[in-house]
């Protein structure tokens, strides 16, 4: 049976890069995209749903699938604003769990950060460890937390520093070795690629994956 996948920031690095494998994958009839503005020049298959994100019940009845990749994140230079940036890394991600669980969506995968704690007092790093918990708590069947390093790849934006701190971790890396290797830059396609593999196996148990596990499992499947 063929079936349907909702992905949550398909505009964005690693959103855009599961969308266009899900595109190609013909396991899946159905796409359905949440968000602010529409992608144009999609395929048939592509559903889109244009609305307030941050309200994101008003979907309810749409938010129907067999898995969900929720790709929801901001910057500190893009939102400023504290309360702001915790309802988009925190109450996005949480409001999507939610909904997968009234709506009987066993899979639901959503990408983190690195360093995410929710004890962290680093303002980043709690918001994105609350944001895993408050998933967890819904105790849906095959979750999947994505623990990204930098990420890697063609983006839409330009990000200055983050440009910089790539060049500088490239140099870098052959440095890292052992625990190291979760620091190594990973590429977008590499996590959207692993984030299918994990939603195809799946597991009756919640996991939280590191970047270099991320990198493994899009290597050796």
Do not use: W
Request: proline share 2%.
């Amino acid at each position: 049976m063929k079936k349907t996948a909702i992905i949550l920031g398909a505009t964005g690095l690693t959103g855009n890069s599961i969308l266009q494998k899900l595109i190609e994958d013909e396991r899946y009839e159905s796409i359905k995209l949440f968000s602010r503005s529409k992608i144009e020049g999609l395929p048939k298959k592509v559903h889109q749903f244009i609305g307030d994100v941050l309200k994101l019940e008003q979907f309810k009845d749409d938010f129907t699938a067999d898995e969900v990749y929720c790709c929801i994140g901001t910057t500190a230079k893009k939102t400023p604003d504290k309360t702001l940036y915790k309802k988009i890394d925190f109450g996005i991600p949480v409001a999507a769990a939610k909904l997968a669980k009234e709506n009987n969506i066993s899979t639901f995968l959503v990408i983190s950060a690195m360093g995410a704690d929710k004890n962290s007092s680093v303002f980043y790093n709690k918001t994105k460890g609350e944001m895993e918990q408050g998933v967890l708590h819904q105790d849906i069947k095959n979750t999947f937390i994505l623990r990204p390093s930098l990420i890697d790849g063609e983006r839409k934006e330009q990000r200055f520093l983050e440009k910089i701190g790539l060049v500088v971790f490239k140099i870098i890396q052959p440095l890292f070795i052992g625990k190291l290797k979760n620091y190594k830059i990973i590429n977008a396609k590499s996590i959207a690629k692993a984030m299918i593999i994990l939603a195809n196996k799946k597991s009756s148990t919640e996991v939280i994956i590191t970047s270099n596990d991320i990198k493994q499992i899009s290597i050796n499947n």
